[in-house]
T-cell receptor
Framework: EPEVTQTPSHQVTQMGQEVILRCVPI?????FYWYRQILGQKVEFLVS????????KSEIFDDQFSVERPDGSNFTLKIRSTKLEDSAMYFC???????????FGSGTRLTVV | KQEVTQIPAALSVPEGENLVLNCSFT??????LQWFRQDPGKGLTSLLL?????REQTSGRLNASLDKSSGRSTLYIAASQPGDSATYLC?????????????FGRGTSLIVHP
């Protein structure tokens, strides 16, 4: 069964450093998403991406965050200057179209120290 | 803004019991509803997807129902097993602006003990 692949599985970074989280969505999917889950809390929407542009973003997704689909297969989330409160599990998801199910990756656990 | 609530927040049962997990949502104009399973520290595994026009979906010992007009879905787990221990998440999607963004509940943490 096709999978959404996320790398790395765990990243530790120092506060103020830039991090890039990587995702390879399912190849025929058109809509891509980033979510985060702070330990013990709910899964929260960050951003959706369609047709090479952001289609919607949440209040969490401020100027410190950016997304990119650099080469038609990878989908990246960049955090420019990490804060302690950015520590969370970050999930990438994709779907073929509205009305289809969402496939989530296994997540990247980001720890900011 | 869509709000998704899951009840109960936690459940601990002996093996073999039949279980009902509840999910409610405030805006009934949904596109679909999906149930996920999350093991501790892990990703989200899709269990069942119900389209807005459907009433229920079944997969093995799992059955999910949807009552869109009342804003409710139920996940029924038959003959629970210790391997069912996980957090169960409900996610509701709406087609606003073409984004089809899933909104999650906080989940029900299930422990099935032998």
């Amino acid at each position: 069964e096709p999978e959404v692949t996320q790398t790395p599985s765990h990243q530790v970074t120092q506060m103020g450093q830039e991090v890039i989280l990587r995702c390879v969505p399912i190849s025929n999917h058109l809509y891509f998403y980033w979510y985060r889950q702070i330990l013990g809390q709910k899964v929260e929407f960050l951003v959706s991406f369609y047709n090479n542009e952001i289609s919607e973003k949440s209040e969490i997704f401020d100027d410190q965050f950016s997304v990119e689909r650099p080469d038609g297969s990878n989908f990246t989330l960049k955090i420019r200057s990490t804060k302690l409160e950015d520590s969370a599990m970050y999930f990438c998801a994709s779907t073929q179209a509205g009305g289809y199910g969402y496939t989530f990756g296994s997540g990247t656990r980001l720890t900011v120290v | 803004k869509q709000e998704v609530t899951q009840i109960p927040a936690a459940l601990s049962v002996p093996e073999g019991e039949n279980l009902v997990l509840n999910c409610s949502f405030t805006d009934s104009a949904i596109y679909n509803l999906q149930w996920f399973r999350q093991d501790p520290g892990k990703g989200l595994t899709s269990l069942l997807l119900i389209q807005s026009s459907q009433r229920e979906q079944t997969s093995g010992r799992l059955n999910a129902s949807l009552d869109k007009s009342s804003g409710r879905s139920t996940l029924y787990i038959a003959a629970s097993q210790p391997g069912d221990s996980a957090t169960y998440l409900c996610a509701v999607s709406q087609g606003r602006g073409g984004s089809y963004i899933p909104t999650f509940g906080r989940g029900t943490s299930l422990i099935v003990h032998p």
